[in-house]
Structure formats: structure tokens, C-alpha cells
């Protein structure tokens, strides 16, 4: 039989059952919940970061290419006299050698060409 409220000692009257103390947090180690808390905020910064690019890259597109004002038309193609490249006339170190622009792929190529016709110049001469 159990005793009625009114029987109980004047220190435990109205509480019934006992409730468990709260929980401090604390584990066996004395650090708690604090490396699990961690982990799930650094998940959920790279699921963010993560989801923010996957949006960007379907909103925006893929921007992998860089972007040519094509508003004048193709550039125009030179050729490199000495190794018979061709290249942009943007890109092209231009030189005027003997009355004649010429237009090479590297300064290496221009010298070449410079001593080649140096060469030639001196064994005709």
C-alpha cells in the first residue's frame, strides 16, 4: 500500500516521482557534446557552400570560357616569316626589317629571323 500525500515527510509532499537532475552536457571526458556540435557545423558550412555553387552554376551557367568581344568580327592572321606560325595580329610582335612589316610569334623567332637574314646578307655580299 502506498502512503497518501498527507503521510509523506513534510520535504517530499506533492513532488510524487523524482525527477532526473538535468543534464549537464558533460560526457565521460568531461568535453560533452562540444566535438559533436563541431562536426555538425562544419557539415552544415560545406553542405552550404556546396549548395551555393550548385545554384550559381545552374543559375549563371558554366563561365569556364573566357568571354571574346566578337562586336568587330574574327581577328586577322598573320604568319610568322621564320617558323611559318600563324597567329592573332594582336598577339604578333611586329618588326619592320628591309622596308617590310613583319610580324613574329616570339622575339626567339625574331632574332632568328634577323640573324638568318644577316646570314644571307653577309655571303651574298
Do not use: W
Not at 510524487?16 to 558533460?26: F, H, I, L, N, T
Not at 604568319?79 to 616570339?106: H, V, W
Amino acid at each position: 500500500m502506498t502512503p497518501s500525500p498527507l503521510c509523506l515527510p513534510a520535504g517530499r509532499q506533492g513532488r510524487g516521482r523524482r525527477r532526473p537532475e538535468p543534464d549537464s552536457g558533460a560526457g565521460r571526458d568531461g568535453r560533452g557534446d562540444v566535438g559533436l556540435i563541431m562536426a555538425r557545423l562544419i557539415l552544415s558550412i560545406l553542405l552550404t557552400f556546396i549548395l551555393y555553387y550548385v545554384l550559381h552554376f545552374l543559375i549563371k551557367g558554366p563561365s569556364l570560357r573566357k568571354k571574346v568581344d566578337r562586336r568587330d568580327g574574327p581577328e586577322e592572321l598573320v604568319q610568322d616569316p621564320y617558323c611559318q606560325t600563324y597567329i592573332p595580329t594582336s598577339a604578333a610582335i611586329k618588326a619592320r626589317m628591309g622596308g617590310e612589316n613583319l610580324f613574329f610569334c616570339s622575339e626567339e623567332c625574331m632574332n632568328r629571323y634577323a640573324e638568318e637574314k644577316r646570314g644571307r646578307a653577309s655571303r651574298v655580299g
